[in-house]
């Protein structure tokens, strides 16, 4: 009997190595290599080019076709659809949240569902609906924001909730307070500065998410920036490219300073 | 005689800084919502006609997508093992306690936090633009955003190891080759893993919509459908989508927990 087990113990890291090569190598088959353009090359070095000597003029121009205005626009898509979600997100995290012991919790259980259909819903496609609702432009950006980030926001809160400490809950229905007393006074103080700091959190990875809305023309540093690819010029994706990298930069650190405090 | 109070400064008594934050958050909200026009008429007649139309599927599609769907997983995993393996020797350059030189430290860790910046479908419509249509794109794009990602977790992971060993191994003459895969390898081994398998559930969500801009997988059937307007169609794309995302969520779930 112990012979055996040792036996499949020896060949068990073997069997894993050969099974994950064997999937490696079925995933680099089905990538075609005849499709490269001849011209990738010198794309590639126009590119880089027009990193190198960005068109400043398309900084600033004053009539809000410019780069400023569309990273504006685009830090506004993601931090109204943020807010929303944030706010949105907390009945669903409560749902989700599981608070009591038992085995089975099928309130919990059915929240949890929700929020990952919510969470695996791409948010392009969510984009594209919302804009055959409210016709194209940052609106539509908005809302789809401020509707894919409830999946995400929503199981980090209900996680915060269950692990708040339910010494002070006990205390204040001890003391003869009321359930939504509790909800007020123990576990909102509790939690707080943990939902902030996922929101902020939710709000840099917005903050990239929004920059790409515009590809479907939901509003957006994007749509330019495809124009930019489409037409190709080059100095002009240089300046955009080199604009979204400097305020993704901007946000997180900032973003981050602020998380830094609050725990 | 009444026990005084202790003073409170102006500045604490009327909660100014509180106050004037919520004031500026304000500000920020209504700007945001006049720059963004929300408000605007919400037309739910088209809204609920979508989705009406996409809750009949068109069951006889399914087959049609089969093909894309595995492309989109092939995608995923070549591009995360690429950047997965890219990131390795990188995240060693950054870590504090491999490289003792800050200024290479510092270079390193900024060049990297400059490609992180850049989101998955951004970096595919830069590598349609070079590469060209089709699935290498999108592995491409998927393996640089996977190097950012993974370079991150793992350079942070190498930095809480245990110090003892690559003391032991200095103290006995050992090479810093030889610390490498004797004392720091052994310790991230398992969470390279789990990072890997955290990233490809990242990648194989992004891989599903990459197709949408012409770098491979299900998003060229996503743009396809929508622009047909057979949103009958569109449906099953989705549910594909979903499944896939579900199936290798769970899976990789299943494995993280088994190796932590």
């Not at chain 1, 998410?209 to 939901?218: K, Q, T």
């Not at chain 2, 990131?87 to 860790?109: D, E, M």
Request: net charge neutral; glycine share 8%; proline share 4%.
């Amino acid at each position: 009997m112990n012979m055996k087990k040792s036996l499949f113990k020896k060949i068990e890291p073997w069997a894993i190595t050969v099974v994950v090569i064997a999937i490696f190598i079925w995933a680099f088959s089905g990538i075609p290599l005849t499709g490269i353009k001849d011209t990738a090359r010198q794309v590639f070095f126009s590119i880089m080019r027009g990193l190198f000597h960005p068109d400043w003029s398309y900084v600033y121009t004053g009539d809000g076709e410019d780069l400023v205005s569309a990273l504006l626009e685009t830090l506004a898509i993601a931090f109204l659809g943020t807010f929303i979600s944030a706010i949105i997100a907390v009945p669903f995290a409560f749902l989700a949240a599981r608070t009591n012991a038992k085995l089975f919790a099928p309130r919990s259980a059915f929240g949890k569902l929700l929020l990952t259909i919510i969470r695996v819903f791409p948010e392009l496609v969510l984009a594209i609906m919302f804009t055959k609702a409210v016709g194209p432009g940052a609106y539509a950006g908005v809302l789809a924001l401020g509707f894919h980030s409830v999946g995400m926001m929503g199981k980090l809160f209900s996680e915060a909730i269950e692990n708040v400490d339910h010494g002070p809950n006990e205390a204040i229905a001890a003391a003869g307070g009321s359930g939504l007393d509790g909800l007020a006074l123990a576990t909102f103080p509790d939690v707080l500065p943990e939902f902030m700091n996922y929101t902020l959190y939710r709000f840099e990875i917005s903050v990239r998410s929004a920059s790409i809305l515009g590809i479907v023309g939901a509003g957006g540093v994007g749509a330019p920036l495809i124009f930019a690819l489409s037409t190709r010029s080059w100095s002009r994706v240089g300046i955009i490219l080199i604009g979204i990298v400097v305020m993704v930069t901007v946000i997180d650190f900032i973003s981050g300073q602020i998380r830094k405090r609050l725990v | 005689m009444m026990p005084e109070l202790p003073k409170r400064s102006f500045l604490k008594e009327w909660h100014v800084i509180g106050f004037s934050l919520f004031l500026v958050f304000v500000i920020l909200i209504l700007m945001s919502g006049k720059s963004t026009g929300v408000g605007q008429d919400f037309s739910w007649d088209q809204f609920s006609d979508l989705w009406i139309k996409m809750s009949k599927p068109d069951w006889s599609y399914l087959p049609s997508v089969m093909k894309p769907i595995e492309q989109t997983v092939q995608m995923a995993l070549a591009g995360t093992l690429l950047g997965g393996v890219a990131a390795v020797p990188v995240s060693l350059l950054a870590a504090k306690n491999i490289v003792k030189n800050a200024f290479v430290r510092g270079l390193v860790r900024f060049l990297m936090n400059l490609t992180r910046s850049l989101p998955e479908m951004l970096l595919a419509a830069l590598f349609v633009a070079v590469v060209g249509i089709g699935a290498f794109s999108g592995m491409c794009a998927l393996a640089v955003f996977s190097f950012g990602m993974m370079f991150k977790l793992l350079y942070e992971a190498i930095e809480t190891i245990d110090e003892g060993p690559i003391e032991a191994l200095k103290a006995a003459g050992a090479n810093s080759f030889q610390i490498i895969v004797y004392a720091v390898v052994p310790q991230v081994f398992n969470q390279f893993l789990s990072f890997f398998l955290y990233t490809l559930e990242i990648n194989i969500r992004a891989s599903t919509v990459l197709g949408y801009l012409g770098a491979g997988g299900i998003g060229l059937y996503l743009n396809t459908t929508l622009e047909l307007f057979r949103y009958d169609r569109t449906s099953i794309v989705i549910l594909a989508i979903l499944a896939v995302v579900i199936v290798v969520d769970v899976i990789s779930n299943q494995l993280r927990e088994r190796l932590a």
